[in-house]
């Protein structure tokens, strides 16, 4: 009788819960104040849940452990810290990451109807997202008249240039969602992969090279790892590479900001201990974060702790010594929790290589899969997240940490063969 009751209860809350978290999708694209309120408030729910119905095995398995440690160190390091309220406010709460991957694996185990509310989330928000976009370089203007930032598109985000950042990491899952789509008509398929094509240009559009460059990642992960449609992937990306190229040679600043200008900022001229590795800033601000792990090799300076310290005159070097984070995943662990923050992180990468390796040795030797193809998507979703020789934004960034949870949730954590 009791578990006649548990799944009642699952049952009558579950549309609800569903929602509240496709609703994540749109809801982060006006900030990140809403999809961490509801990413908390879930977490709180599902903890209270589990613990109600003595629900433990859900939290029994070798991945979430390992999170909470990592978890419980960053707090160590937060304590230690010279400023342990700004430290800890970053780390105190981050276990929410994990429990939320854990609900959203719990909820496709009810019912796998949440698939298709996350898809079409995903299909509206990215659809209106192409339309005022595109609007936006046009016009000057998006729909609610935010401007066009110089050559950069925007769209919703105003000032805050991170649209392409948003598209491309949060493409793998919506590629995995449409991969597993059932009975797909002739129609469906056209408007996705021309929402695709559409999808490519944006990002290029948005002016950011980092996610310009793991869209491109992402594509070829697809094209030499996924069983089905190479054809049509190999001529999406065409269609897409060529569009880029020929907006490029017409368009002397979009030239300059993706080709020009990356070739003057490393310096090909300059003898090669004085080359930049990325541009000067960012090069700046990474010998930076590296003078503060030297300093606290072992546990860090402590999460957020970047902002405070690098204007530290022992620390600060180059242009551009001082930013809210280093703009590195690795580095910025290694500055603010040393070693033992960044071999958390890096054996996480190396993992995720060896679970790939694994999979083109079966296939090669064996010719079986190890991973379906929704599966392989959300493995290059990880991939471009965990991708260590490029800039991106800080490690315990809200909308950030809502894109890890996503991407581990919707990946079956014991590999079964549910998809």
């Known amino acids: 009788m009791q578990n006649l009751e548990l799944k009642t209860h699952k049952i009558e809350n579950l549309f609800f819960l569903q929602f509240l978290c496709a ?13 961490d309120l509801i990413l908390s408030s879930l977490s709180i729910w599902f903890i209270y849940f589990t613990v109600k119905n003595k629900l ?12 909470i440690v990592f978890c419980f160190i960053s707090i160590i390091s937060s304590i230690l810290s010279e400023n342990i309220y700004v430290s800890l406010k970053s780390s105190s709460f981050y276990f929410r990451i994990g429990i939320f991957a854990l609900l959203i694996s719990f909820l496709i185990e009810q019912d796998r109807k949440i698939l298709n509310y996350f898809y ?3 299909l509206a928000t990215f659809s209106i997202l192409v339309v005022d976009g595109y609007l936006q370089y046009f016009t000057g203007f998006n729909i609610v008249g935010y401007k066009l930032q110089g050559v950069r598109v925007s769209s919703f985000f105003k000032d805050e240039l991170i649209l392409g950042s948003y598209l491309v990491r949060l493409l793998p899952l919506f590629l995995a969602l449409f991969v597993i789509r059932e009975k797909k008509n002739s129609i469906e398929n056209y408007f996705f992969y021309l929402l695709f094509i559409c999808i490519y240009l944006l990002i290029f559009l948005s002016g950011e090279r980092t996610s310009f460059f793991f869209l491109n990642l992402f594509i070829l992960f697809q094209i030499i790892f996924l069983k089905r449609g190479k054809l049509i992937r190999m001529v999406v990306l065409f269609v897409s590479i060529t569009s880029v190229l020929t907006l490029s040679f017409n368009d ?30 960012h090069d700046s601000l990474y010998k930076t974060a590296w003078n503060m792990f030297l300093d606290k090799p072992i546990i860090g300076h402590g999460p957020k702790m970047f902002r405070i310290k690098c204007s530290d005159r022992k ?15 690795y580095i910025q662990l290694l500055a603010e929790m040393g ?7 890096f054996s996480s990468f190396v993992y995720l290589i060896s679970l790939i390796l694994k999979h083109v040795y079966k296939k090669i030797i064996y010719n079986k899969l190890l991973f379906s193809d929704y599966q392989l998507c959300l493995l290059s979703g990880l991939l471009i997240t965990l991708w260590p020789l490029s800039p991106n934004g800080s490690f315990f960034n809200n909308n950030l940490m809502i894109f890890y949870s996503l991407q581990i949730g919707f990946f079956p954590i014991n590999k079964s063969k549910l998809f």
């Open 252 to 281: 002397s600043k979009y030239y300059d900001r993706f080709i020009l200008s990356p070739i003057k900022s490393i310096g090909f001229e300059k003898s090669l201990e004085n080359r930049n590795w990325f541009t000067p800033e």
């Open 120 to 122: 079409y989330s995903f």
């Open 339 to 345: 070693l033992v923050g960044f071999i958390f992180l």
């Open 56 to 67: 433990y095995d859900k939290f029994n398995n070798i991945y979430f452990f390992i999170f």
């Open 23 to 35: 609703s994540i999708i749109p809801l982060l694209v006006l900030g990140p104040f809403f999809p």
């Open 315 to 329: 620390y600060a070097e180059g242009m551009k010594p001082c930013d809210t984070h280093p703009h590195n995943f």
